[in-house]
T-cell receptor, first 113, second 114 residues
Framework: KAGVTQTPRYLIKTRGQQVTLSCSPI?????VSWYQQTPGQGLQFLFE???????NKGNFPGRFSGRQFSNSRSEMNVSTLELGDSALYLC????????????FGPGTRLLVL | EDQVTQSPEALRLQEGESSSLNCSYT??????LFWYRQDPGKGPEFLFT???AGEEKEKERLKATLTKKESFLHITAPKPEDSATYLC???????????????FGKGTKLSVKP
């Protein structure tokens, strides 16, 4: 069974630009969660999508947004990039019910210059 | 608010020197506790899920145990390839909201020297 995939793997942007990251969950998984990981803050929850609906949202500014498609693939968008947005962005998928074991993708490394 | 604290932040071992990593949690009813391994620049790799106090799970040189307030990840006779950051996460009864479904600790960075 294929794991969670994320594209692109690496990205360099400049301040003020916007970026879109993509995540394809494990087949059959309908829940997709996004995290930002930085050395100082650890894993911080961005949002979770389930069946094309945002189910939970972390404490990030509105510049961070996401969506989920009918095939459960998800995208997250960051507008008006800031230097502090440089991080590893991780996507995780999990099954629809029960204990939420999350399976992570390899991540997208974003560098904002 | 649910919380997870991992200790130590960093641990250096010699190859073959067994030790334990700690994960203390405060949660409004535990549904599950999860251990992950993360290599630099990569996504966390799932290791174990523990559901109730007294439960133990093993995988190669790793054994995870769970009590009502903490979990331990025991590493027996570690090898250099066990070097990684080990993350602990919990899911409480009131999961979801702004914390998401899993609450993660900041991890323990393990280095095993040959």
């Amino acid at each position: 069974k294929a794991g969670v995939t994320q594209t692109p793997r690496y990205l360099i942007k400049t301040r003020g630009q916007q970026v879109t990251l993509s995540c394809s969950p494990i087949s059959g998984h309908r829940s997709v969660s996004w995290y930002q990981q930085t050395p100082g803050q650890g894993l911080q929850f961005l949002f979770e999508y389930f069946s094309e609906t945002q189910r939970n949202k972390g404490n990030f500014p509105g510049r961070f947004s996401g969506r989920q498609f009918s095939n459960s693939r998800s995208e997250m968008n960051v507008s008006t990039l800031e230097l502090g947005d440089s991080a590893l962005y991780l996507c995780a998928s999990s099954g629809p019910t029960g204990i939420k074991t999350q399976y992570f993708g390899p991540g997208t490394r974003l560098l904002v210059l | 608010e649910d919380q997870v604290t991992q200790s130590p932040e960093a641990l250096r071992l010699q190859e073959g020197e067994s030790s334990s990593l700690n994960c203390s949690y405060t949660v409004s009813g535990l549904r599950g506790l999860f251990w992950y391994r993360q290599d630099p620049g990569k996504g966390p790799e799932f290791l174990f899920t523990l559901y109730s106090a007294g439960e133990e799970k093993e995988k190669e040189r790793l054994k995870a145990t769970l009590t009502k307030k903490e979990s331990f990840l025991h590493i027996t006779a570690p090898k250099p390839e066990d070097s990684a950051t080990y993350l602990c996460a919990v899911q409480g009864l009131n999961y979801g909201g702004s914390q998401g479904n899993l609450i993660f600790g900041k991890g323990t960075k393990l280095s095993v020297k040959p």
